[in-house]
């Protein structure tokens, strides 16, 4: 964790000790690539039972994972922030395929809609 160091305060020009600011870190992240699904007025779908994929743009592999009933999906190979970008498959755990979406590279969590 960054821990930042003392700043100067502008009007009498003491120290600030850098303890103050020990639980703060200037770019907090998920540790590992999250995809949310939610309906249309922001409310995450029920995904008991369905999957997504993930997939470089070349088409190789990545990982696959379950949905929560939450609409949550957690990658656990993928770290964030990515370095890369991905084709995003979300199934039904029948193999039907729902949607479709590509994943830009720089983000830690990705949202998504309908």
């Known amino acids: 964790m960054a821990i930042r160091p003392p700043q100067t305060l502008k009007s009498t ?3 600030v000790p ?3 600011y020990r639980n703060v ?11 949310i ?10 995904t008991t039972g369905f999957f997504a994929v993930l997939r470089r ?3 190789s592999f990545v990982q696959a994972a ?7 999906v957690r990658f656990d ?11 995003l ?8 395929l729902f949607r479709v979406r590509s994943v830009p590279a720089g983000v830690s969590s990705f949202v998504v809609i309908g």
């Open 57 to 59: 743009t070349n088409g």
């Open 13 to 15: 020009g003491r120290k």
């Open 18 to 20: 850098a303890t103050r």
């Open 89 to 96: 498959r979300t199934f039904r755990d029948d193999g039907t």
């Open 25 to 35: 870190s200037p770019t907090q992240t998920f540790s590992r690539f999250t995809v």
């Open 77 to 87: 190979n993928v770290r964030t922030p990515t370095n890369q970008p991905y084709i």
């Open 66 to 72: 379950n949905f929560d009933s939450f609409g949550t």
């Open 37 to 46: 699904w939610a309906r249309n007025d922001g409310v995450p779908f029920i």
